[in-house]
């Protein structure tokens, strides 16, 4: 058995900590690797950044205090699996010193570079700027979840770099079954609400929509356009893993409204993904992989503008036949290239090889 250390961001409240790192466990425990896992914080850090309650100074302290017991522990292991980087607003040197001769494998599954490297403070782009680069550099090897991403690994001087995107667990996705006839056309967002802003993107094609239509946005804590009271009936549901399925399949089409921007572009799709596994047509922003992902016209609508937005919406509203079949398409694709079921095999491979 391979023995690895992942040094996760968050525990399972934290998507890309659940979905990149997590999720995988029980099936690379299978395939020969034993993963202890050590969060830098846990669920009730992100429940308290969800609410905007501000975080103790002695809280991060001890969180960070666990973290650097965990890295000089980490000899004990084979290869540590480290999301993005261990700690946060340190400079790369002291990760490096800190985790010794153990190779790691640097994952990424956003543009996280450019929070250091397009600060505001000048200060900060000095001294960690360029932070992201030089662990990537010094890794055994870097996981991109996109092509984007990827790029930036190899022109930081990664040694080795391959690309594995965000993935959904199948098993928690049923084939999905038609729609109750007679509801009304509901459009869905899933996120979080650092995300929600995005939904401004969009807010004129969701008012065309009228009465006749709904919009259900879940994880998005209230958060919704300005200017849709009285033109569309908004519905607000909580976020739980283990109603996610069952909050989707209220869904008749998935939107993922984004912004053109440095950060977006490095960003995975995953609501894409999790709107076609549920077998659900998508309109998305033509930015970054969702461009990969949306065969447009097959499985789902790229929308540049709010005239594009608008045709998508009111398109997949007035034909259930259309929608039945994009989000076929949807599900096939998901099926063939980004759940858990197909990618496991390649991962397990990486990490084993990158621990050699």
């Known amino acids: 058995m391979t023995a690895v250390l992942l040094l996760n961001r968050y525990d399972r409240l934290g998507a890309s900590s659940r979905l990149r790192f997590l999720d995988f466990l029980p099936a690379l425990e299978r395939a020969g690797l034993t993963v202890t896992a ?132 199948l098993d928690r996705y049923p084939p999905p079954v038609p729609a109750a006839e007679g509801r009304p056309f509901t459009v869905g967002w899933m996120g979080s609400p650092s995300s929600a802003p995005y939904l401004n993107q969009a807010a004129e094609a969701l008012a065309a929509l009228g009465g006749d239509a709904r919009l259900l946005l879940v994880g998005a804590h209230g958060a919704e356009p300005p200017g849709l009271a009285g033109r569309i009936a908004v519905q607000h549901e909580p976020w739980s893993e283990e109603r996610e399925t069952a909050l989707l399949a209220r869904f008749d089409a998935g939107i993922m409204p984004l912004a053109d921007g440095p950060w977006e572009r490095g960003k995975c799709g995953y609501k894409l993904i999790q709107y076609m596994a549920a077998g659900l047509p998508v309109v998305a922003s033509p930015v970054g992989v969702n461009t990969v992902l949306v065969r447009d016209g097959e499985n789902g609508f790229l929308a540049a503008d709010p005239a594009q937005w608008t045709a998508a919406l009111t398109r997949l509203a007035a034909d259930p036949a259309l929608r039945a079949r994009m989000g076929a398409a949807g599900r096939r694709l998901v099926e063939e290239r980004y759940s858990l079921q197909a990618v496991v095999p390649r991962l397990a491979e990486t990490l084993i090889g990158a621990a050699r």
């Open 38 to 169: 050590a969060p830098l914080f846990d669920d009730s850090y992100l429940r308290d950044l969800y609410a905007g309650r501000r975080q103790s100074p002695a809280r991060l302290a001890a969180a960070y205090a666990r973290r650097v017991g965990r890295m000089l522990g980490a000899r004990r292991f084979d290869l540590v699996w480290l999301e993005k980087e261990a700690l946060p607003w340190l400079p790369a040197g002291i990760e490096r010193a800190l985790l010794g001769r153990v190779p790691y494998v640097m994952d990424l599954d956003d543009a996280w570079f450019h929070r250091y490297g397009r600060h505001r403070a000048a200060p900060v782009r000095a001294v960690l700027g360029r932070k992201l680069e030089s662990l990537a550099r010094h890794a055994r090897l870097v996981v991109a979840g996109n092509a984007h991403l990827a790029d930036w690994a190899r022109a930081s001087g990664a040694r080795s770099v391959v690309e594995i995107p965000t993935v959904i667990d």
